[in-house]
């Protein structure tokens, strides 16, 4: 069903968002700095964003926009101006083509992915779509269901924050579309084409992206993971309303209102150090936590892929399921990698010695089932150093149960 989202809700929609995100989708700090320019004036025509679900997605076309970059570089954005700018170009692209361009949608549960979406529909006058395409944020485009669905990614527009557009298209090899496997294929072309523009000291490590246009059809078959805005909307409002206070609050709250069979697969400790180098559009990193001799250790790149116990000697986490950091004690409890480490690369004051506490649950089942995307799962996990099978998160945890009785 409709509804709209106002100014007000736009904090607890980017804090559910960055929770759901795995430790990326953007950091908290960049949604937010969007998010308090939201005001009908000489830049925002309204202050309100219509929300509506895939099925009453009817009245045109929908593309997908995002940031695509490094968190870090991300923080300065104070207008979308790249990714609206995107998107004006599909409009004009398709208008040619007497097509109406209805909708925009997230790439992915993310603070800013999903502050991005509502922030450029408000400004160009379409509604967001509740569903995106993975239910966690992820760190390639072929992650996606909108590419294992086989949407054609052509064309993609890339545009810095100074209005220098790039289009990307790259030509079939037999018919005006190609086959199958070429559009599976092309996906990961477009990702190893933008990551070097982004690097580019124009672009600044970051530039707004729309691809995948969809028609109605389209968009059913592509977005089976759904009502991720809302779900994200109704955690935030929770956690401002003091309602969530542990982690155990947590996790009783995602099994029973998320359907999500989560768990802390940590004790809580104490965030000790942290490593990060920026470089490519992609912050990559670790961040470790200390909590009496045992060493947690998660490996990200943008986003959480690898967790590690060092009493383990296997992983305790293996992406593409989720794992995300809730911070005990008083003030903020919910942050992203990005919000963890400065930009000098030390750690958030704000943090402390509060107690820090690692929450995982499985990914949606589109993300764990042979194909593109658990494959381009299982390639960025090689990069990392992990060269195993994917094993799901209850198979771990019941190995490390295993060992330790």
Not at 48 to 58: I, L, Y
Not at 64 to 71: E, I, Q, R, T, W
Request: glycine share 10%; hydrophobic share 40%; charged share 20%.
């Amino acid at each position: 069903m409709a509804y709209e989202l106002r100014r007000e809700d736009l904090e607890p929609l980017l804090l559910g968002a960055a929770f759901f995100g795995s430790g990326g989708g953007g950091t908290i700090v960049s949604a937010r700095h969007l998010a308090e320019h939201f005001v009908k004036g000489d830049y925002y025509p309204t202050d309100t964003v219509k929300v509506v679900s895939v099925d009453e997605a009817t009245e045109g076309a929908a593309v997908m926009v995002a940031y695509l970059g490094a968190p870090e570089a991300i923080n300065s954005a104070t207008y979308p101006i790249g990714p609206v700018t995107a998107v004006q170009n599909f409009q004009k692209r398709l208008a040619s083509q007497s097509v109406k361009l209805a909708y925009v949608m997230p790439p992915e549960s993310g603070a800013l992915g999903f502050t991005v979406a509502a922030l450029v529909a408000a400004k160009l006058g379409l509604a967001v779509i509740d569903a995106d395409g993975a239910g966690r944020a992820v760190p390639s485009l072929p992650m996606l269901t909108f590419a294992a669905a086989e949407i054609d990614p052509r064309p993609a527009f890339l545009v810095s924050q100074g209005g220098l557009c790039v289009e990307l298209d790259v030509t079939p090899r037999n018919d005006s579309n190609g086959g199958p496997t070429h559009q599976r294929d092309v996906s990961a072309i477009v990702e190893q084409m933008m990551r070097p523009v982004v690097a580019d000291p124009e672009f600044g490590q970051f530039g707004g992206l729309a691809m995948w246009v969809m028609n109605a059809g389209d968009i059913g078959r592509a977005t089976p993971i759904r009502g991720t805005l809302k779900r994200a909307l109704e955690l935030g409002r929770t956690v401002r309303a003091g309602q969530i206070g542990s982690a155990q609050q947590m996790i009783d709250y995602l099994t029973e209102r998320c359907d999500l069979a989560a768990r802390a697969i940590s004790t809580p400790g104490e965030l000790v150090s942290a490593e990060v180098d920026t470089s490519g559009g992609f912050d990559v990193g670790k961040i470790r936590i200390q909590a009496g001799q045992r060493t947690y250790t998660v490996i990200y790149q943008n986003e959480s892929l690898l967790a590690w116990d060092s009493a383990c000697p296997q992983p305790i986490v293996l992406a593409p399921d989720s794992v995300a950091y809730f911070v005990g004690g008083e003030g903020q409890s919910i942050f992203s990698n990005g919000d963890l480490v400065n930009d000098d690369g030390s750690l958030n004051p704000a943090i402390g010695k509060r107690p820090v506490t690692l929450i995982a649950w499985r990914a949606e089942a589109e993300l764990r089932k042979p194909g593109l995307i658990l494959d381009s799962f299982m390639e960025q996990l090689n990069k990392l150093g992990y060269l195993g099978p994917y094993v799901p998160l209850e198979s771990l945890q019941s190995a490390r149960k295993g060992e330790a009785s």
